[in-house]
């Protein structure tokens, strides 16, 4: 492999040499900002990392570049780390140079070190080929975006899977230029031509010029044109942009060569989005819906899915998406997938904001009061919040609000602030919109302790509100 390496660089190198005069000379740095979409038998959750590509041109469609990488991926259903990183010797061939969008193919070899949480460990080979493309800011910057398939060995048997990996590698980032492009050499001017022999002055025999546009009759292909119009050589009215309507008729006179124009000679907008068919990529977007500079329907959320037609818009980036440019719920419990920590929760099952099961018993841990006062404290209500929105998932559900406190003070007086303290929490759900016939407050005073009243801590447990379903 190593030897197959080296005579592809010594190839590449050689076209080089051959079209030396034609290519940029600057080495170039790339940095990116990656998104790694893991095979699945990494066990591990898609994340993102940084790149940094050296290159240079090598030959009119060629550039070579070695690349670093590497990407920080959670283990899967744990909180373990899995980092990945590597480098790579990557050919690059573009399809064309131009400066607006140099679309390119891109292939590499290279190497791959793999840590994970438990002592996995694994160094092996990997090859990547992918399509990207260029878009230039100014002579020594442009904008780059790739995607890439990337295969890796598992040498190392990570997680006891192999023989191998297949993740899928998507980069944006910046493309610069090292230095200033050097100026081409002017051409030497022309040796002028020695001044020709005065002619014999002819006699001027009688022109007719029926138009009145300077080209005589007998050699005026258009005798018909309009008086005052500018006419070229032949007689006929003036086509600057070469578009088939003259310009004195021509409302768009700089039209791009080729381009489609109506009989005002500007650009044919076939779908009347406002970009012309000339630049429009997706030229048959319905009437009324808004576009890019592209002319294809505008996608504010990047899921894929137009607006237009997107029932979800404001789509977290990286979020997978249905049809409807909504969310996916693999297991219908409300939750998105991307929020869903219990993604495989039973059909039916009530679920928390997390995706997960409720309990029959929710303490709402952090929910507290001053020292003998039933008094919401600010810290509790994002607590509270996140209560509300389960309630108002499942509006048949009814709920205890249990209240509880530590052994300080005497039983009775215990018992009146835990019931206090239930209250304050149901009026606090019901002035947030939760019916009050599903709530009811009971205070339990000092008779349900979870931890010993003996020590600070202890205390602080058994000083506690819950909710217990009912239903």
């Known amino acids: 492999m190593k030897r197959t390496l080296l005579g592809l660089v010594l190839g590449v190198s050689a076209l080089g040499v051959v079209h030396a005069a034609d290519l940029d000379p600057r080495w170039y740095l790339a940095p990116t900002v990656n998104y790694t979409v893991a095979d699945t038998k990494r066990n591990a959750d898609d994340g993102w990392g940084l790149g940094l590509a050296l290159g240079k041109q090598i030959a009119p469609n060629w550039n070579l570049e070695g690349v670093l990488h590497g990407s920080s991926l959670d283990r899967k259903g744990s909180s373990g780390s899995y980092d990945v990183s590597g480098g790579a010797l990557d050919l690059l061939y573009f ?81 610069i230029a090292l230095g200033d492009l050097p100026k081409a050499k002017a051409a030497p001017a022309p040796v ?90 997706c030229p048959d977007t319905p009437a009324g819906v808004a576009v ?82 039933a008094i919401l404290r600010p810290d509790a209500i994002s607590i509270l919040d996140d209560a509300v929105a389960t309630l108002q998932r499942y509006p048949a559900l009814k709920v205890e609000i249990a209240g509880h406190t530590d052994s300080t003070s005497t039983a009775r007086h215990n018992l009146g602030l835990s019931e206090r303290r239930a209250k304050a929490v149901m009026d606090f759900f019901v002035s947030k919109g939760i019916a009050a016939d599903r709530l009811t407050a009971k205070g339990y005073g000092q008779t349900q302790p979870v931890g010993d009243n003996k020590s600070a801590d202890g205390r602080t447990e058994n000083r506690r509100v819950e909710l217990r379903l009912q239903n």
Not at 121 to 134: E, T, V
Not at 223 to 230: A, D, H, I, L
Not at 330 to 342: F, I, Q, T
């Open 292 to 373: 890019d500079a592209n002319g294809c329907p505008a996608d504010s959320d990047n899921d894929g899915v137009p607006d237009y037609l997107d029932k979800c818009p404001d789509t977290p980036a990286g979020a997978k998406v249905d049809a409807k440019g909504c969310p996916l719920d693999s297991d219908n419990d409300g939750v998105p997938d991307y929020l869903d920590k219990c993604p495989d929760t039973p059909a039916g099952d009530r679920v928390d904001n997390n995706g997960c099961p409720l309990p029959k018993v929710i303490n709402l841990k952090g929910v507290n009061f001053d020292n003998d006062k």
């Open 95 to 175: 399809y064309n140079r131009n400066p607006s969008f140099a679309p390119y193919a891109v292939a590499g070899l290279g190497a791959l070190h793999t840590t994970a949480s438990g002592g996995y460990k694994d160094n092996s080979m990997l090859a990547n080929i992918g399509l990207g493309f260029l878009t230039q800011v100014s002579d020594n910057i442009d904008l780059r975006a790739d995607a890439r398939y990337r295969w890796s060995g598992n040498d190392g048997a990570v997680f006891r899977h192999g023989p191998n990996f297949s993740d899928w590698l998507f980069s944006v980032g910046v493309q």
């Open 192 to 281: 002028p031509a020695p001044a020709p022999a005065p002619a014999p002055v002819p006699v001027k025999p009688v022109v007719l010029d029926s138009d009145g546009d300077g080209v005589p009759d007998d050699l005026d292909k258009c005798p018909n044109t309009p008086k005052g119009v500018q006419v070229d050589a032949a007689g006929c009215p003036l086509d600057t942009d070469g578009d088939g309507v003259p310009d004195y008729l021509d409302r768009c006179p700089n039209t791009p060569k080729g381009a489609k124009v109506d009989a005002n000679g500007c650009p044919v907008d076939s779908d009347n989005d406002g970009v012309p068919d000339y630049l429009d990529k």
